[in-house]
């Protein structure tokens, strides 16, 4: 047998928004323009920058349009943001961008907690996302948090996801991408999901956004290519991730870009970032952010680190 | 579409044999054979408990014969040990184990340089293992190691692989794993080659021996899942591993049992092995060879780990 899998995929960089948000510290704007600006050189396809949330809400985000008015525009590159409201919408616009993430949650209490809103208070806003980007070139994507496990309800009922899904595809977005926020999902669970879903609004896009929390991620994305997503979220240094988990998970976040593009190349799926630059990125960003090796890319784990370090052992 | 997978699973822990063999200090005799008797109360199938090498080339094990004679023997559990050769054959018989598992390479460059041996030189010492084993209630398995890649000779021809796996079949082992040794290959890699082997010599049974590392080994189960491999060997702590890696690797090992276990599990996936039973033995052994958290279950990344955090966080 051989795996169904696709030709290529659509690799959507997280770092400047998921993972500077998660620092403690505010990551100087000059730094993050010139960290962007290095992602979009490795080829990825798409990179989401920022977020337009009230600064107070992120203060680690705070300089969002300023990012997005000094970053290089390469024009293979969407460059997208995180509105989480209409008010953000208007801001992503004026900022220029290719795209936004409107985020949804599917948890009522996550919703509430998080965003101090109920789920169906977002869903309006992303109306609203959708009729303020009609007319623009901006395309819409709904990311759907806790897709599978809210921190607060535990597992979510497939169900819930999917009458979100419905409300968000009824909006009018163009795209849908499931978050596994908590990051214990597992293959079957993301089979299932997307099956369900793909079969129900076929002529929406799909992907999937990964975090590590139970070290499934690469399962994941393996398993969700097999039913037919072929869009990945990830993250250089794995940086991002979870909000609430255990202390000694604080290093596990989002699926590490640099291990994602090893795995998709190694199995000769195309991705548009290339992995040698990807791996100088990771390492870049590893060190100007004091992070340690988060990755296994970064540890040495990749056929040609390994090799060398037979060599050099021989020498 | 649902993915193709098996309704169980036999797990073989290595920690024993592959953990303690890499060790630098030698874990003393008490607490190999306490450590031994944790892991058989968890329901794992299978333990590979030692191996009978000579003590000179692996003194981390020296305490072979000792170490088997006093473990308390689990009447479900299988007691393996590797030997790599028909004097290790002789000790293990009599040392009264249920199972051995007998070592080959692929790489000539490795077989000699690791075990001053050339292959045809190793599947003679297969040919005089299984002789041995005839007649008795033991059963042979082959481990095939560097059965994708080398760390002195790089990828290994699929074909090499073939080649051995063909003679390890018709010297008579009853069954056949094959070793990701440097713990780099892919999903694709295993699923081509095990779909190659089981359709060529389909009345052997095929067992995957995972590293991990380049972070692959849980999308390379559920790959190999889905060729029809339904044994695993892992080990608790993922204890064990490459001989040659870059030293950031150096906690990288085989795939943590706790992980494979958690995965298996929330997957609906039947394994004899109790899941807070592996992850209680994992924390305890953690502590007492004094690891760190080397596992996702050790970091607390478990759907009743992250839930109780957050609970705490609320108090």
Redesign the interface.
């Known amino acids: ?3 169904d ?1 696709p030709e290529d995929v659509t690799l959507v960089e997280m770092l400047p928004r998921d993972g500077f948000q998660r620092l403690d510290e505010f990551v100087p704007t000059d730094e993050k323009v010139d960290i962007i600006d290095r992602l979009s050189s490795t080829g990825v396809d798409e990179i989401e920058i920022t977020s337009f949330t009230h600064p107070d809400a992120v203060p680690t985000l705070r300089d969002a349009d300023e990012v997005a008015a000094r970053i290089d525009r390469n024009p293979d590159t969407t460059y997208r943001a995180l509105v989480p409201n209409a008010v953000g919408m208007e801001r992503a616009l004026d900022a220029d961008v290719d795209k936004v993430n409107a985020l949804i949650t599917v948890s009522e209490s996550y919703s509430r907690k998080n965003q101090n809103m109920t789920v169906d208070d977002i869903l309006e806003e992303v109306d609203a996302i959708v009729d303020l980007a009609d007319g623009t070139d901006v395309t819409v994507e709904a990311g759907i948090g806790t897709s599978f ?1 809210c ?2 309800e ?2 979510i009922d497939p169900a819930a996801t999917e009458r979100v899904v419905e409300r968000a595809v009824e909006a009018g977005v163009d795209e849908v991408t499931l978050a596994t926020t ?3 999902a ?4 993301v ?2 999901l997307f ?1 369900t879903i793909m079969e129900r609004w076929p002529d929406t896009t799909y992907g999937l956004h990964l975090h ?5 991620s ?2 994941n ?3 969700a290519m ?3 997503v072929d869009r990945f979220d990830s993250s250089v240094c794995g940086l991002g991730g ?1 909000v ?6 604080a290093g ?1 976040g989002n699926t590490p870009t640099e ?1 994602l593009v ?2 998709l190349t ?3 799926i195309e991705t548009s970032a290339d992995p040698d630059r990807v791996e100088a990125v990771a390492h870049h960003v590893s060190e100007a952010l004091g992070l340690g ?1 988060t ?9 040609e ?3 060398e ?2 060599e050099e ?1 021989n020498d």
Chains 1, 2 share one sequence.
Do not use: C, F, I, K
């Open positions: 047998m051989a795996l899998l496990y921190p607060y535990g597992r908590m990051g214990l597992n293959p079957v669970q089979t299932d099956s590590d929390t139970n070290g499934m690469l399962a994305t393996l398993a097999q039913a037919g979870g609430v988990l255990p202390e000694g998970m596990v291990d090893q795995m190694a199995m000769g090796a990755s296994h890319v970064l540890m040495g784990g990749t056929v680190r390994v090799l370090t037979v052992a």
